[in-house]
């Protein structure tokens, strides 16, 4: 168990996990095991909540729940399991979108942009592809998992059971539901296929620091990490995407994604390495075997604090970073498998100022 002064902002995935409870949207297209965080309960109150989680089945996520909608903007991100094929999502999804109940199909790692209050899913797994199968996250900008279920085939039996499980051994609801008064369904006959929600599907591409030399617009987005002395170490993948405000339809956040292979420090650069950013930060460092989600299969050191009280992560973590804390250097002290890495941060631009 972690200690120091910053050992509270260390926040162990499986924290998330609810035993005894039955999963709610258990069903054959959704997750096979996933890991869901917010952050009224696990988050120190940052307006965020997200979930990891590996996924292997054919069909409809939630089936005749949807569509559904949030008070939130959220991001919804389909990526692969291969590190040297981050074109590679292993599957086939089909999206609906909006109240055109527009269809949608992709088969490379994509993020769908679900702006507040907008009308999405159903999902449905089409096919799968990889042996392993592959990963979803949510990114939402609310702290307390909220929805508004607007389809016409939920049963009074589903939502007497989802009231039930909110209030199950005294614990907070994992989601706080509604239910549309006006039903919609979902069918052959009731859906589109034009194009007018097309750009709230964004395909994924590596196109981090790790891989190109930026041009000035884009080096406005990361603020000092993009200064012409600071440079990616060994330890930072050249296969990562980073996404923001402006990629994503004018969100008040950017994320960091990619799959880690190799050992060392992930910038390198002048002095100690430790920066700080105007606006909360989450960094989740996740395993990548199906088999095994409380698995990391790494060991990573990072510093927290203007003390660089130094931490070493050694299982699917969260590290919760609020406005303002310097955090870093971060290095990867080793690996047997590679592991996951996603940066949340709540601002459309990744403002860094490095501090020593």
Known sequence: MATGKYAHLLKPLKMAERPGQEQIFKNTGNADVNRWLNGRDHL???????SWGFYTGLGDWHPGMDPHVHPYPECLVFVGLDP???EYLGAKIQYCLGKELEIHTFDRPSVVVAPAGF??????TLDVTSPIGYSFFIISLGADPTTRWLGDGITDEQIARMQAQSTEGGLKPPMISSFGKKRVHVSEETVSHGDVNARFIKPLAPNSLGTRTLADGDREQYGEMAAPERRPGPGMTKNAVWMFGRDLEGMKLNFCWGIQTDPGAWMRGPGHGAHVHPTDEVL????TDPADIDSLGAEIQIDLGPEHERHVIDRPTA?????????????TRWLDRPFAFLLMSLGANHETTYVD
Request: glycine letters at 12%.
């Open 84 to 86: 040297h094929r981050p």
């Open 119 to 124: 009308w999405h899913c159903p999902s449905v």
């Open 319 to 331: 590290v919760v970073c609020p406005a303002g804390l310097a955090h870093g250097p971060i290095v």
């Open 284 to 287: 989740m460092f996740a395993g």
């Open 44 to 50: 120190e109150g940052v307006e965020l909540n997200f």
